[in-house]
């Protein structure tokens, strides 16, 4: 028989707290289990709310380095995205928290997890997937896909009948996911395709119209694809993350209002918010393009569409994926050098890229007296290549 111990995924939010007593009036004792992804947590509150609500315990277990580390990092030598714009905060993180989760549970002896996501959205995916790959003894249970607490309204409704504290943040018109990665923000008004965001809706970037006049240069130096200076001075990644969310932030960078195809067959609308990510993905391309020659540089543009795609489809714990990183890993040998960057009124632009292993070279790029490239050879070169089709 299954011992009635549970290990709950925690946010803190109104969705995870009515979880809590849901469970609790099942017979299962819960473990809240709080992961620390650099969203900025009230752990004081998140204790009176977990506790307030019935959970034996709340444990709260400081992922960020880990998440910068093995999981932001890979991305960022993948430039990986989905559908072009989304730089996966959110989905990053899943694969994760599961992995800790699945660590807990059996420390703790527990034969069951749980997770408050709905069932429709693609986190359910991700946290699932990842838990019956590492442990598919381990029971799931979702109790906002099995209980018909339709609406929000039903939910906060739930939550005062079982003294769960509604702070301001529960009572927001979004519904807001947030990382060092980036912030996922839909619900609401957002969820008419055809309405601009409001103001409020962002979180936090500025918006650019209302950032400063004067564009801000800033230089990244990276190691092997790794950032490791910030305006010359060396930084943890985790560091140059957390900076350039605030500066990047205040220069209205990385917001995008996109239409996103769910893994399970829907379209929703959502805004992104990632400062951090767009800064680091554009100085990273811009090195890239220096250090990298053709033929690796355009081969790894559909592996970084598939491995943001494998991001996306909760696919982490894969052999593909763990190749991938392998490859990617490889292909940044030489990706060591500067990138000067421009912000400005919610853009990112390198400006300037130095590096040991630049491969472009002035004399053969030049168009003055200096032009050492050989131009008769072009004309053979031309002939050869036009060959094939009666050139
Ligand atoms: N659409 C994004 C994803 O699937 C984010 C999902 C969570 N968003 C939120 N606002 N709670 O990765």
Redesign the pocket.
């Known amino acids: 028989m299954q011992n009635k111990k549970v290990v709950l995924a925690y946010s803190g939010g109104l969705d995870t707290s009515v979880c809590i007593p849901w469970l609790a009036e099942r017979g299962y004792e819960v473990i809240a289990y709080m992961a620390d992804v650099g969203q900025g947590i009230d752990t004081v509150a998140a204790r009176r709310r977990a506790i307030g609500a019935g959970a034996s315990k709340l444990m709260v277990d400081d992922l960020k380095k880990d998440f910068a580390e093995h999981y932001i990092l890979p991305s960022l030598r993948a430039n990986a995205t989905?559908e072009r714009d989304?730089l996966?905060?959110?989905?990053l993180s899943?694969p994760l928290i599961a992995r800790r989760l699945v660590e807990v549970a059996k420390k703790e002896r527990a034969e069951c997890a749980a997770h408050g996501c709905t069932g429709k959205?693609?986190?359910q995916v991700?946290f699932e997937v990842t838990i019956r790959m590492l442990a598919p003894e381990l029971k799931i249970i979702a109790p906002l896909r099995e209980w018909d607490l339709t609406s929000r309204e039903a939910e906060i409704e739930y939550a005062r009948e079982h003294n769960i504290e509604i702070d301001v943040t529960s009572r927001s018109p979004?519904?807001?996911?947030m990382n060092l990665w980036g912030?996922?923000?839909?619900?609401g008004v957002l969820e008419d395709p055809n309405v601009e965001p409001p103001r409020d809706a962002y979180q936090i970037t500025t918006d650019p119209a209302a950032s400063p006049d004067e564009p801000l240069y800033l230089s990244v130096y990276f190691e092997k694809g790794v950032p490791k200076k910030l305006n010359d001075s060396p930084m943890n990644p985790l560091d140059i993350i957390r900076e350039l969310n605030k500066t990047g932030g205040a220069y209205g960078i990385g917001r995008a209002d996109?239409i996103?195809d769910?893994?399970v067959g829907i379209k929703?609308r959502?805004i992104?918010e990632a400062p951090a990510a767009t800064i680091l993905i554009a100085a990273h391309r811009a090195l890239e393009a220096l250090v990298l020659d053709r033929e690796l540089l355009h081969f790894k543009e559909p592996l970084s569409q598939k491995y943001g795609y494998l991001i996306?489809t909760g696919l982490w714990e894969t052999p593909l994926r763990r190749s991938l990183d392998r490859f990617f890993e490889e292909t940044q040998r030489n990706v060591t050098g500067n990138v000067r960057m421009k912000l400005y009124k919610g853009t990112a632009v390198a400006v300037g890229r130095s590096s040991h292993f630049a491969l472009y070279k002035k004399e053969l790029a030049t168009y003055t007296e200096e032009d050492a490239f050989d131009r008769n050879a072009a004309e053979g070169f031309i002939k050869i290549w036009s060959m094939p089709y009666g050139g």
């Open positions: 989905y989304y996966l905060a959110t989905a899943r959205g693609n986190d991700r979004y519904s807001i996911d912030v996922s923000i839909e619900c996109l996103e769910r893994l929703s959502e992104y996306y």
